[in-house]
């Protein structure tokens, strides 16, 4: 039995660049299961909080610290870019990669990428070189090369941000279907309809602090924060 | 006038009825060059991709050091080499002085500089782009390293042809520590002005095609590898 990396504990985690903070402070405890939906306007700190968690960011104060060690639990996690990175290569060799660091068996590897292709539907682009994917590939390639490695957690930042609405339908089946098998899901999104769909609970975020956070339902039915309010009623928020 | 001329054709006809002084003068250049190519790229592409990867203290002093290097005086090497393979040097013991390994030596130290810097360079931009991927993948420094030089061999390429072609083309440095014995160290840029001092210009000349045909070589594959690269072929 493996250990279990979460629950995950934040604690008056703040992140600060050049005087400046961008994040908190911040106190949160990720459970084991679910699938959180982090919402917020632009700027709000939403990228800036997915990267603390997963250990991008330098932290100026505080603390976040997972079950089990942090170097195990760095291999346990995984994060798909707001700009979806393509490493210059096919989009085989994307998905091959993470596998082969991991030191998976070639054939294995091959198999599990020509897998991961047709079900994001990249199976006829598995030689196309990554750099040249349309962007909306590119998102799903990145998606695809972080669910490969079968992470404990993954934090998503606007994952279908350039998707159209049918490949968004497949994207969220693939999620749903991930947090169902036991991965734990925290996504980021300006899309009120797709957080209804997905959401167990709800991050709001303002300004870098944590303003409201709730579970779905009782988010969507009423929001304690008048922001909160304003932003699901389609205001704009400030 | 007619010197120059008659020269020219004479050299051409050096070429064209492949001379065995003159092939064998070239492939001792390659030789020569080609092991001190592959030596200093060895040494010069991990290393450039391991001083974009690494932060230390002293990174920005090294990357300064290595670009004054980039312009050190051949001649001053030769002569380095030179003092540190003489009998009385210290590596003196191996009877290196005046041997294809004294030349091959003064190259590497020439043109490992160039190649580092130039490997630099271009790992520099990839790494700026794969940054966070590499770090949210946990990738050891030795994987980082694999990645970029794998992910940028076409640049990397390029930078050993560049630090080719300006080692098969030094004359200084060789000439001090090869001695420009004949069939033991004499090479094309050695061999041409030994000749011209002579007065043989047919040699001189038919030597000198040969060089210029190798840096025109050169240049055509790192202009190749280019293409490559847009076209992402492999
Ligand atoms: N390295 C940095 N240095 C200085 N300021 C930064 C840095 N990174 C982010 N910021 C600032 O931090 C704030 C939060 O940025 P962040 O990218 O987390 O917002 P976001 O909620 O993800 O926005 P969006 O919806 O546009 O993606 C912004 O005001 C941004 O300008
Ligand atoms: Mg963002």
């Not at chain 1, 990249?122 to 590939?137: D, I, K, M, V, Y």
């Not at chain 2, 006809?13 to 030789?31: A, C, G, H, K, Y």
């Not at chain 2, 030769?78 to 003489?86: A, D, E, M």
């Not at chain 2, 001090?176 to 004949?182: L, R, S, T």
Request: glycine residues 8%; proline residues 4%; aromatic residues 6%.
């Amino acid at each position: 039995m493996v250990t279990p990396i979460l629950p995950l504990e934040v604690s008056e985690a703040v992140v600060k660049r050049r005087g400046k903070t961008l994040l908190g402070p911040v106190d949160l405890t990720v459970s084991q299961s679910g699938f959180t939906i982090v919402m917020g306007p632009n700027g709000a700190g939403k990228t800036t909080f997915l990267r603390t968690l997963h250990g991008l960011e330098r932290l100026s104060k505080g603390e976040v610290t997972w079950q089990v060690p942090l170097t195990e639990a760095r291999l346990r996690q995984a994060f798909v870019f707001q700009t979806p990175i393509m490493l210059r290569r096919s989009v085989r060799d994307n998905l091959i990669y993470p596998l082969t660091l991991r030191g998976t068996k070639k054939v294995k590897a091959r198999a599990l990428a020509e897998e991961w292709a047709l079900r994001v539907g990249l199976a006829r682009t598995l030689e196309q070189q990554a750099p040249q994917l349309s962007g909306g590939e590119k998102q799903k390639l990145a998606l695809a090369r972080a669910l490969i490695l079968e992470p404990d957690i993954i934090f998503l930042d606007e994952p279908c941000a350039n998707l159209d609405g049918r490949a968004m339908r497949e994207i969220e089946t693939i999620l749903l279907d991930a947090c169902a098998a036991g991965t734990r899901i925290i996504m980021a999104t300006h899309d009120i309809g797709q957080a209804k769909r997905l959401a167990t609970d709800v991050v709001f975020l303002m300004h870098g602090h944590i303003i409201e956070n709730s579970p779905a339902q009782d988010f969507f039915a009423g929001p304690k924060t008048p922001q909160a309010a304003a932003l699901l009623q389609g205001d704009i928020v400030e | 006038m007619g010197d120059i001329w008659e020269g020219l054709v004479a050299g051409f006809w050096l070429v064209v009825t492949l001379d065995p002084d003159l092939v064998e003068i070239t492939l001792r250049s390659l030789q020569v060059t080609v092991t001190a190519t592959v030596i200093a790229s060895l040494i010069a592409l991990p290393f450039g991709a391991w001083l974009v990867i690494r932060r230390f203290r002293h990174r920005r002093a090294t990357i300064a050091v290595l670009n004054a290097l980039m312009g050190l005086p051949p001649v001053v090497v030769g002569l380095i080499v030179y003092l540190l393979l003489s009998r009385s040097g210290p590596f003196g013991v191996f009877g290196l002085l005046f041997t294809p390994t004294a030349m091959i030596i003064a190259q590497v130290i020439i043109i490992t500089p160039l190649i580092a810097s130039i490997a630099h360079q271009s790992v520099r931009d990839i790494w700026a782009e794969y940054h966070d991927l590499l770090i949210s993948f946990s990738t050891t420094k030795r994987q980082r390293i694999a990645t970029l030089i794998w992910d940028g061999r076409r640049a990397l390429m390029t930078a050993a042809l560049a630090g080719f072609g300006r080692a098969i083309g030094e004359v200084g440095a060789i000439m001090i520590v090869g001695g420009n014995i004949d069939h033991a160290t004499r090479v094309l840029t050695t061999a041409i002005a030994l000749e011209t001092g002579k007065g043989d210009f047919a040699l001189a000349l038919g030597l000198g095609f040969v060089l210029i045909a190798l840096a025109v070589a050169v240049n055509i594959a790192i202009h190749a590898i280019g293409q490559t690269e847009s076209e992402g072929k492999w």
